[in-house]
């Protein structure tokens, strides 16, 4: 009896003496009031099952993990650790209340669908680092009108109501909350993101940019209260369920130009008018699915009014890194039209780009330049071409000089900008003595992130023997026109050599173990090889380095990778909407992010018996269950 009862008493006496460990282990991270409702993977915060109002989260916390906040009704506010680099999907999603959001200086990335459904959120602040932005992160949060976003950041611009990537080439989100009846759409824009004008509260009509030649899936699917689109001139494709699910739709303008339209294109949308032109491909598509087709303007009154007063553009947007997967255009160059000629019949004229009418909302180019419309606050403006105007084509190129003192200042950057045009065969003797200098500077064993961002005359450089790693956005945008990535080099930074518009000529070691997303992006390299212009070794497979495939170019709805693939890249397979079957050797042990993004067909991954790392969002965008491959 004794015996039992010694033994009980020093179960006890154990029980308490872990118990007490353990919640002072917990006092140092989690405060007292929130103990026990964290679940936390190392600094991955997988759920939180509390009902607080208020939530601070631990300061040990650098990752909040898919769902981890997910449909908690009763959460209003949370204090985001300072520590943070990434919000994963669907991390706050369903957070009803949740009113304000403050992302820390660390954090560098936000997951689709972030805070999709947070119907009170008004508030949201960004920090400077973040520059991967998921699709559809505000869905549904009808009260957000606007964002505050730090205007140091390079990766993002916030304007007028909508989300761009830095130089606005790639729209992310025009906010559901935005006020005014009107979107025009900026000039700048050449792409539109997955599910960019989600559930509009107030906006009514949509005029689209002249550089968007592609409406992707669901891109204006769920519209709400859009009841006008003008399509562009240059648009060729409406793809699956582009305009799906729209009940307000009354009119969609189509030009000549759209001549692939997906037959579900316009599924539920009841009340849709295409205005098409006869004999057209959109007027037989209209036909054949019995969507009606108009062949004359139906506007309303209020397509010409509005009551948005319209903010200044941010003055970086000359500057910054362009995204990921827009096309490039220069951010030094001006507009085209700046320049032009006038005729002495057209001594009056001011070019409407020049213009700063107040209340203005938007300047749309249509018909190569030949005409600009304006859309203000009390009437419509159209603008076309005076006589003896030179075109497009025939205007003389801007000086950057102007450009480069308004932007003196704002980033360190811009102070390489030069204000001359400088080609290739025109190297000077002090520009090779810069590029030695600046060569020295990296000697180590890293080449620092943005070290040559932006260097046009930075056109040849030759990678030290003590380099390991070359850092983020480290060329991005030079003037380089050959690299060779030699034996020591292991990594290659996200969007090292992105948008070197002159870089034909690339060699890579294969001793490189890691290329992150970007690295070559919107280099004509790349983009010879993937239009099938550079040839290679023949292959649909890009195999670079230590058997990264680094991009595909194929069109089979299956696929076998080669068995020479030990890692599938970031956004290799991005956009294969004709990919259904992947057979995936045992020589892959890594798929990287975003590695089959938006193969909305794809739906089966054979083999993937070696492969031991998939990163969160390599099968975003497709039917596969990216967690049930984890667990083979």
Same mark, same amino acid.
């Given at each position: 009896?004794?015996?039992?009862? $010694? ?9 308490? *003496? ?13 405060? &007292? ?11 991955? *915060? ?20 898919? =769902? ?17 680099? $990434? ?18 200086? @660390?954090?560098?990335?936000? =997951?689709? #669908? ?127 369920? @582009? ?20 037959? /579900? ?22 036909? &054949? ?15 010409? +009014?509005?009551?948005?007063? !319209?903010?200044?553009?941010?003055? %970086? ?5 362009? /995204?990921?997967? &827009?096309?490039?255009? +220069? ?35 249509? @018909? ?24 497009? =084509?025939? $205007? ?59 260097? /046009? ?29 030699? +034996?020591?080099? %292991? ?11 002159? !870089? ?40 670079? =380095? ?28 991005? #956009? ?18 975003? &590695? ?35 667990? %083979?």
């Amino acid at each position: 009896m004794k015996k039992k009862t $010694a033994i009980v008493i020093a179960v006890f006496i154990a029980g308490a *003496l872990i118990g007490s460990c353990g919640m002072r282990y917990m006092g140092r991270h989690v405060f &007292a009031k929130e103990d026990g409702n964290f679940r936390i993977n190392g600094s991955t *915060l997988t759920a939180y099952l509390g009902n607080d109002t208020f939530v601070s989260i631990p300061d040990y916390v650098t990752t909040i993990g898919k =769902g981890a906040f997910a449909k908690n009704t009763t959460l209003q506010s949370v204090e985001l650790p300072q520590n943070l680099e $990434a919000i994963e999907y669907n991390a706050f999603s369903g957070c009803t209340a949740l009113d304000d959001v403050v992302l820390p200086e @660390a954090v560098t990335k936000v =997951g689709p #669908g972030a805070f999709q459904g947070c119907t009170a959120l008004s508030v949201v602040e960004i920090g400077s680092q973040v520059n991967s932005w998921g699709s559809g992160v505000f869905n549904d949060c009808t009260a957000l009108s606007k964002l505050i976003l730090d205007e140091e950041n390079l990766y993002l611009t916030y304007y007028n109501g909508a989300l761009y990537n830095g130089d606005m080439s790639f729209l992310y989100q025009v906010l559901a909350g935005r006020q005014g009846e009107n979107y025009v759409m900026p000039e700048e824009v050449e792409e539109i993101d997955t599910y960019a004008f989600w559930n509009m509260q107030n906006v009514k009509n949509i005029m689209l940019s002249e550089n968007v030649t592609k409406i992707p899936s669901f891109s204006m699917s769920n519209m709400g209260s859009v009841e006008n689109v003008v399509l562009s001139t240059n648009v060729t494709s409406l793809e699956e369920k @582009a305009f799906a699910n729209n009940n307000s739709l009354k009119q969609v303008a189509i030009y000549n130009q759209t001549t692939q339209i997906h037959e /579900k294109a316009f599924s539920s949308c009841p009340n849709v008018k295409l205005l098409v032109e006869k004999n057209s491909e959109a007027d037989n598509y209209g036909k &054949a699915k019995k969507v009606a087709v108009i062949y004359e303007a139906e506007y309303p009154i209020d397509f010409i +009014d509005s009551n948005v007063n !319209l903010e200044e553009k941010p003055s %970086k947007t000359v500057t910054v890194t362009k /995204k990921q997967h &827009a096309t490039s255009k +220069d951010d030094e160059k001006t507009e085209k039209e700046d320049s032009v000629e006038m005729s002495e019949d057209a001594e009056s004229y001011e070019h409407p780009l020049d213009m700063q009418e107040e209340g203005v909302i938007g300047k749309t180019i249509i @018909a190569g330049g030949n005409a600009i419309v304006l859309i203000g606050e009390n009437n419509q403006k159209i603008y076309g071409k005076p006589a003896g105007q030179v075109t497009e =084509g025939e $205007a003389e190129e801007t000086n950057t000089e102007a450009e480069t003192a308004k932007e003196e200042g704002s980033r360190e950057i811009a102070e390489s900008e030069t204000s001359e045009v400088v080609s290739e065969e025109e190297n000077t003797e002090e520009e090779v003595a810069k590029d030695e200098q600046n060569k020295k500077e990296t000697d180590n064993l890293t080449i620092k992130e943005r070290q040559y961002y932006k260097q /046009k005359s930075l056109t040849k450089y030759e990678i030290s023997e003590t380099i390991k790693e070359i850092g983020r956005l480290s060329f991005a945008r030079s003037g380089l026109t050959a690299i060779k990535i030699p +034996d020591h080099v %292991k990594t290659i930074g996200y969007g090292a050599f992105y948008a070197c518009e002159d !870089l034909k000529e690339v060699t890579i070691s294969d001793k490189v173990t890691d290329i992150e997303t970007k690295a070559f992006a919107d280099t004509p390299w790349l983009k010879k090889w993937l239009s099938g212009e550079e040839s290679g070794d023949g292959s649909d497979f890009l195999v670079v =380095g230590d058997g990264i495939l680094l991009a595909y170019r194929g069109t089979g709805s299956k696929v076998e990778i080669p068995t020479h693939v030990k890692q599938i890249g970031s956004e290799a397979f991005k #956009g294969h909407g004709e990919l259904m079957e992947v057979t995936i050797p045992d020589s892959v042990t890594k798929i990287n992010a975003e &590695a089959f993004r938006d193969c909305k067909m794809l739906k089966t991954v054979k083999g993937c018996k070696g492969v031991k790392t998939i990163i969160r969002g390599a099968f975003y965008g497709t039917q596969v269950d990216e967690e049930s491959l984890k667990s %083979k």
